[in-house]
């Protein structure tokens, strides 16, 4: 079992900067790639950004490329998303999740059901 929980979330204005943490509890979190996912009112659940088990990777959606950045730390059991140049279109719910890297091939990172554990989400508010 893995336990997620975000924080970092808050109100920020147009071009400004936040900076998500996820923690994740147990021994293994080495051994998982971790995504960040949000969702807006009304919208589905996006992909934001996916980092894999060796940081060896990462990988964006179009719309964030050059202004986040994820990265984790290990020893630490926490991922973290670098948020700059932040956009109203950015306001949403942002979540981690988790998912064995055994499991995770192709671009199944991009997948909110490849993965099988998810934080409870925390609110980023990008005001105009």
């Known amino acids: 079992q893995v336990q997620l929980v975000e924080s970092g979330g808050g109100l920020v204005q147009t071009g400004g900067s936040l900076r998500l943490s996820c923690a994740a509890s147990?021994?293994?979190?080495?051994?998982?790639?971790m995504g960040w996912f949000r969702q807006a009112p009304g919208k589905e659940r996006e992909f934001v950004a996916a980092?894999?088990?060796?940081?060896?990777?990462?990988y964006y959606t179009d719309s964030v490329k050059g202004r986040f950045t994820i990265s984790r730390d290990n020893s630490k059991n926490t991922v973290y998303l670098q948020m700059n140049s932040l956009k109203p279109e950015d306001t949403a719910v942002y979540y981690c999740?988790?998912?064995?890297?055994?499991?995770?091939?192709?671009?199944?990172?991009?997948?909110?059901?490849?993965?099988?554990?998810w934080g409870q989400g925390t609110q980023v508010t990008v005001s105009s």
């Open positions: 980092i894999r088990w060796s940081s060896s990777g990462t």
């Open positions: 147990g021994r293994t979190f080495s051994s998982y790639n």
């Open positions: 999740a988790a998912r064995l890297a055994a499991y995770v091939t192709g671009t199944d990172y991009a997948t909110p059901t490849t993965y099988n554990y």
